[in-house]
């Protein structure tokens, strides 16, 4: 596997980030939205993007000459968490939500040093994940 990062998995990782700053930044400033419906913004946005991210899981694993049967667990487990999110009121979703950021980008990492996944991104999503759990921790505090 190449260790050489794809522009655009970068590009579109960085432009990936916007929702969560604006959303962040709206709760902590006000002037865009009231805090509450930009809570709810970044609620809904972390919830698609963490299911995205646990459907990247999914695809390394398919991609396996013999998949590990937890890795398929592993997958949808984000999907189910973001889900269960939706449930709670909006601070206690964005909480939820970087827990289950920070619990994949751990799985991720795993991959990564197991040679499931290319180093490349190890690297990214360390750098996209610390601005997203940086952003709905601002936005539920």
Do not use: H, K
């Not at 509450?36 to 000459?65: C, E, K």
């Not at 991959?111 to 690297?123: D, I």
């Not at 999503?125 to 936005?139: K, Q, S």
């Amino acid at each position: 596997m190449t260790s050489a990062m794809p522009r655009a998995a970068l590009v579109l990782g960085l432009l990936g980030l916007v929702p969560f700053v604006a959303f962040a930044a709206a709760v902590r400033t006000g002037l865009v939205l009231p805090a509450d419906p930009a809570r709810i913004g970044a609620v809904l946005y972390g919830v698609v993007i963490l299911s995205f991210m646990g459907g990247a899981q999914w695809g390394l694993a398919t991609a396996a000459p013999r998949p590990r049967p937890c890795a398929f667990i592993i997958s949808v487990a984000p999907a189910l968490l973001a889900w269960a999110s939706l449930a709670l009121n909006a601070r206690l979703s964005l909480l939820l939500l970087t827990g289950g950021f920070a619990a994949l980008l751990a799985y991720d990492l795993w991959t990564v040093r197991q040679g499931e996944a290319p180093p490349w991104y190890g690297r990214l999503r360390i750098g996209l994940t610390g601005v997203v759990a940086a952003c709905l921790l601002a936005a539920a505090l």
